[in-house]
């Protein structure tokens, strides 16, 4: 037999003088080993003659991997079409296999039951087609040369045979060969089930083969390394019923390169779909999407290309190509169900989408304002909004300002968007029309296939009846010049179901063996959980970040999520091996590298990676930008409607949840899952594609390669495996059933394991190359197919070895009868034996368990008693130790008693001595007591007495207002209806003078204009008097004036001239005047209209009066509310030694004092009644009433007088709002006002003698007589209202002063209340028209 190497030679007892060996070929950029003879050996190292060029070369025992030398036929070498056949299995001999079979055209190779494909780039005659379809069906694995029709005639025969779903896992690098890898298999598959086929199924598989093309243009593109490179993944399915018929299809897409769209390197072209379009289409069609054929367009031409010349050259090479595509891609959308119409709306959007693609280079001017937008191309702008259905403006708007919500309210503002915010609104919008067209055409290839279920077809999802063949072509590992967020996705995909063939193939195949008995040694495979969980970490910490981003948060940087991916990725030693930041050195930063901040590092199983993480926060987003959704959601397309997310966030606002963010990471690693899970339920079938060369040539191939793609998809491991162990392995029913005729009938009475031996030593199977398993035969390659052939062609076995096998099985059915006679004879005494030598060893335990306590035992009990010898001696030291605290306490306890005898001995002396100066103290003090209780009971009767009277007043002025207000309305009517028939005498009288009044026109003009000025000079004069008096009574003075001005005015426009003039009005003689020739109709309209104008009025000062009298009884109550105030806090209790004076409580007055306190309060009320100088004994007001009695009678009748007052002051309100009204007295205001005139004058001179004089501070004087508290408290009362309303007019800074004063100075030397000098106040009506 052959011997068998795992890798590289490590038994270097093995190894010999004239060896044949290969040799690494490091130097060398494509070839990967050298062929050459070992001349010497040493130690550790060898002396290899190299055979091209004879070169000695020293190399290390474990660099070398033995060689053979091929049997060659007519001079070419033969090959091996399965790998696991090769004499020395290592990567250098596989390499070379597969590179002697690419020369010969064999571009496939077995590795026991995976397909290895190498991808010519080049049309091979006779390898495809019906004819070979045919031949390959029914045959088994091995039969023919290795091809994709019998990886796929094995998985349908064992869909139909075993009823189990089949798949098969195409992969391979970008530009290997796996979307026509996976066209060929779809293409066998539909030849197979037509032997079946009806009409339904026939155009089923028309639709499945139509559905690639499309699937191709759609989704495929040029790259530096594959001229038809899938960007996104797919897993084909294809349904068959139990008898085999194609019954339905379907196809799930992954992760299409949305970023391609929008930006591809030189050398390289977006999806085919665009070129095709311009390439294919007549000039008529383009002329109506506004494109030329000739142009170039932003969109389609390279990001980073340099010369236009070049690249237009470049493009040449496919020109041809496109317009073929073209119109097949236009005929496998009308097979898959799509109609014209809807052709032409995806060429519209594809044409819209390419004119978006020219506003890419528009950039806000240097030097802008930030209040000036981009300047967009109108006329690329235009076409694009007319081919997607969107108002050009609101397209415009879009993407040149962006809305922002002001804080706290709900409208938005929009401001321009920056250059980089224009690109990336107008980039997602791109990215995302494309998507959804290509998501979109692949629903409608779905839904042609569900439009050609049978009627009787299950339920989607019910696996019960029907099962299917899926093909997954997924994207190879890539390792560009620049990998982003798309790479990374990709290489994960990879990572899982590399991980997944290992688990799946190789794990499986060696629990395989271990579970049927044979011997193996297993091999050490590699484990990529540590990158998955890496990766997984990564993705996660890029949601994070990208929510941040979303809502516009500083945090969400790509910077930051580099930095934060890193740092998470260091804390865990598993994930620091598998992730790395970029070392940055000055090298790297001269060539332009990526910083630290920039990107990361990833080791995968194929190798590290450098990852560029700029952008990766937006590519991570799959949610459009509001504006942008809301373009799509109105067009007037019905196509790009259709486009419309349901899921964007203003469908979510509507439903009470809103989410900018829609992670892609999260979502592809659920796809992800979902389709390992799927894998799962089905017999995978592997296919590895591999490339030759990077420059996509014919005949090159490149060792080192083709070696790296060898090792990445774990071929190596396979081969190690399949070779060592058994490629085929069948079951013995199986292996019954099939060969049951190549034995005689007499061997069918044997059971399945003896019938199969016999067999296979019969026809001299080396015993080497198969193995009996529990339940299955282990064949090595190529001996299944040996055994097929035996009974294809009727082969018999030879008699002699028959009866040889039949006495071997005799012999060995004897040999086990008499070995289990032995065996039954022998289990007794064994198990006897096992029995005594168990209680040996238990007593042996139990016997040292006691040799080893019982020491310890002893000095357990020693101890034990030093214990007890202690705790004696520590009780009698206790003892004696309590005994003595005894004697101590004794001895305490009678300095105690000692000290307590002199202590009472000194209290009973101190006592008899204070006794009497105490008992003194206490009298005093319950004498102080009841002082105080009777003060308190006084104050609370007084204050009972005055809430009374308060309350009287409160009933009082409710029953005055209500008075009042009866008169107001009383008055109100009988004004109107007078008013009424003055109007209706008027218009009697002008009827009748009107000739007169025609003649007198001119002279009443002037007497008018004359009358007029006159009344508007003494206007002036009173309004500047008024003034003069509020600027000292009120400080509303001039607020009030003005309002007053005003009013006044108003009135003098309306009536300018005595009533007693002719029986007219000033303003109705104008008005009579003006008009020369007056029209009884006219006439009558204009006393309508007059009429309306006073019933206006009228209801304006009723309400008036209303709001005026309520906001009268509310200042009241706050007046009120005020003197309450005032005197709780001056009536609080007194302490027993100083009690400050009560409100209502006059201080002590003296002879001297009491008299000038009389004389002050005469001062004020003279100052108070300022015109009784001028006018002699005139009436003087309510007010100075209350103020200047000086008797007791006057003094008790307080609360009428205050009473009168206020009904004065309502009547000057009343007065006020109607100057004009029979209830006012003449000449009252005129008094008012030279009172108030009067007032400022004594204000002035008060305010002079009081700046001059000091206070004068009161002597000490005995307690008053109750007589005298009683007569002081009605004028002390109102004294007090009038200080609250003192304070509400000019703050009641300077009153609570006075009061603070009062309360910190000695009851003896308080200044009297009366003997203060007050300064008159004059109030006029406030700003809410109420009397104070």
Known sequence: ?????????????????????????????????????????????????????????????????????????????????????????????????????????????????????????????????????????????????????????????????????????????????????????????????????????????????????????FGNSVTMRNNNSSRFGKYNRVYFDSKGVLVDAGVTTYLLETSRVTFHSSSERTYHCFYEMLRGMSDDKLKELGLDRDKRYTLLAASDSGDVADEAEWMKQFQSRDVKNFQRLCEALGTVGFSQQAIDDCFKVLAGIVHLGDLV??????????????????????????????????????????????????????????????????????????????????????????????????????????????????????????????????????????????????????????????????????????????????????????????????????????????????????????????????????????????????????????????????????????????????????????????????????????????????????????????????????????????FQKPNIFNQKL???????????????????????????????????????????????????????????????????GTSRLFLKAGQLKALEDMRAEGAAPDPDKLRQIVSGIIRKRWVRAKNAVQLCNYLPHFLAEIHAKRAAVALTRHSLFVSRLFPKLQASRERLKQRRLIARRRLLALVRVVCWAKAKAAQVRQKRVERMAKALFLASKIYLRTRVWVAGARERASEAAKRIEAERRREAERQAEERRKIEEEKKQMEEERQKLEEDMRRREEEEAEKRLQEAAQREADEKAKEAQRHADLEAREKAWEEEKARLEAENQKLREHRNSILEVASPQGKRRQHLRDEDFEGKTRVSTAPADEDEFEVGDSASALRQPAVDPDALQKQMDERIKALEEDMRKRQEAV?????????????????????????????????????????????????????????????????????????????????????????????????????????????????????????????????????????????????????????APHPEPEAEQENESIPQANLQKRFECADNDREGEGQAGQLRQQSAQQPRGNRMSTDSKVRQPKIYWNDRHGGAR
């Open 361 to 694: 280079d528009a950039e806000r001017e240097e030097g802008a304002s930030e209040e000036s937008c981009i300047e967009l191309n109108d006329e690329s702008l235009k076409n694009a909004a007319e081919l997607l259905g969107m108002d050009t403006d609101e397209l415009g708007s879009c993407l040149k300002r962006r809305k922002v919500c002001v804080p706290g309210r709900s409208s938005f503002h929009e401001v321009p968007r920056t250059t980089a915010q224009f690109r990336h609104a107008l980039h997602s919008l791109i990215k995302a029309l494309y998507k959804r067209v290509f998501e979109h055409t692949v629903q409608r290839i779905n839904a042609s296939f569900k439009e050609l279920r049978p009627a009787d077809a299950p339920v989607e999802g019910a696996d019960d009846e029907w099962r299917h063949i899926g093909i997954l072509d997924i994207y190879g590992f890539e390792r560009l010049k620049h990998n982003s967020f798309e790479q990374l996705c990709i290489n994960l995909a990879n990572e899982r179901l590399q991980q997944y063939f290992i688990e799946n193939v190789l794990v499986a195949e060696q629990d395989l063996y271990r579970r049927e008995g044979l011997e193996w040694t297993d091999l050490e495979l590699p484990d990529a959980t540590p990158v998955f969980n890496t990766i997984a970490q990564v993705f996660t910490t890029l949601d994070e970040f990208s929510q941040q981003q979303a809502k516009g948060l500083a945090t969400g940087t790509d910077d930051r999520f580099c930095t934060d991916a890193v740092e998470k990725a260091s804390k865990d030693p598993k994930q620091r091996e598998v992730l790395s930041k970029i070392k940055q050195n000055f090298r790297r930063q001269a060539a332009g590298g990526l910083s630290e901040k920039d990107g990361f590092i990833i080791k995968h199983y194929a190798g590290p990676v450098e990852y560029n993480t700029k952008g990766w926060l937006d590519k991570n987003n799959d949610r459009l930008l509001q504006e942008c959704e809301a373009l799509i959601r109105d067009s007037e397309l019905p196509f790009v409607q259709s486009l419309h997310s349901p899921d964007d966030p203003a469908s979510e606002k509507r439903s009470g949840q809103v989410s900018l963010f829609k992670s892609i990471s999260k979502k592809y690693s659920a796809d992800l899952e979902n389709l390992l899970a799927t894998l799962s339920t089905c017999h995978l079938h592997y296919i590895r594609c591999f490339k030759p060369n990077e």
């Open 1 to 217: 037999g052959s011997e068998h190497s795992r890798g590289p030679v490590c038994a270097e007892r093995l190894l010999e003088a004239g060896d044949l060996v290969y040799v690494p070929y490091p130097e060398h950029k494509e070839q990967a080993f050298r062929a050459g003879v070992v001349q010497e050996l040493a130690a550790d190292c060898a002396v290899v003659r190299i055979e091209d060029g004879g070169e000695l070369r020293n190399v290390g025992r474990e660099e070398l991997r033995r060689r053979f030398l091929r049997s060659s036929g007519e001079g070419v070498a033969s090959t091996s079409q399965d790998n696991t056949s090769l004499v020395h299995m290592n990567d250098a001999t596989i390499l070379e296999n597969l590179q002697a079979r690419h020369a010969e055209d064999e571009i496939y190779t077995y590795t026991a039951s995976v397909l290895l494909a190498m991808n010519p780039y080049r049309d091979i005659q006779g390898l495809y087609g019906p004819e070979q379809c045919a031949l390959y069906k029914g045959k088994h694995l091995g039969t023919l040369p290795p091809h994709p029709y019998a990886i796929a005639d094995k998985a349908y025969r064992a869909l139909v045979r075993d009823q189990k779903n089949q798949g098969f896992i195409i992969s391979g690098e970008s530009g290997a060969g796996k979307t026509e890898t996976a066209k060929i298999a779809m293409q066998y598959l539909g030849f197979a089930s037509g032997g079946a086929a009806t009409d339904l199924a026939a155009r089923i598989q028309d639709r499945v083969l139509q559905a690639q093309p499309i699937l191709e243009s």
């Open 706 to 772: 083709v070696l790296d793609q060898i090792v990445q998809c774990g071929t190596i491991e396979l081969v190690k495996i399949m070779h060592d162990g058994y490629p085929n392995r069948c079951l013995f029913d199986e292996m019954v059933g099939r060969f049951r005729e190549l034995l005689p009938e007499s061997f069918q009475r044997y059971g399945q394991r003896t019938f199969i031996e016999a067999m296979m030593l019969a026809y001299d199977v080396p015993k080497e190359e198969w193995a009996l």
């Open 1106 to 1258: 209303m709001q005026q009298m309520k906001e009268l009884q509310e200042k009241n109550k706050r007046l009120e509310a005020q003197v309450a105030v005032q005197e709780r806090t001056q009536n609080a209790s007194p302490s027993p030694e100083l009690s400050p004076l009560r409100m209502d409580q006059t201080p002590p007055k003296s002879p001297g004092n009491l008299r000038n306190s009389i004389a002050g309060r005469d001062r004020r009320n003279s100052r108070l009644s300022t015109v009784s100088s001028s006018q002699g004994n005139r009436r003087q007001s309510a007010a100075h009433q209350a103020l200047a009695g000086n008797d007791v009678a006057t003094q008790q009748d307080g609360t009428a007088s205050q009473r009168k007052w206020w009904a004065e002051q309502r009547q000057f309100l009343l007065e006020d709002l109607f100057p004009e009204s029979p209830g006012s007295t003449p000449g009252r205001t005129n008094r008012r006002a030279s009172l108030g005139g009067s007032a400022a004058n004594c204000i002035d001179a008060e305010r002079n003698r009081r700046a001059s004089q000091p206070a004068q501070r009161l």
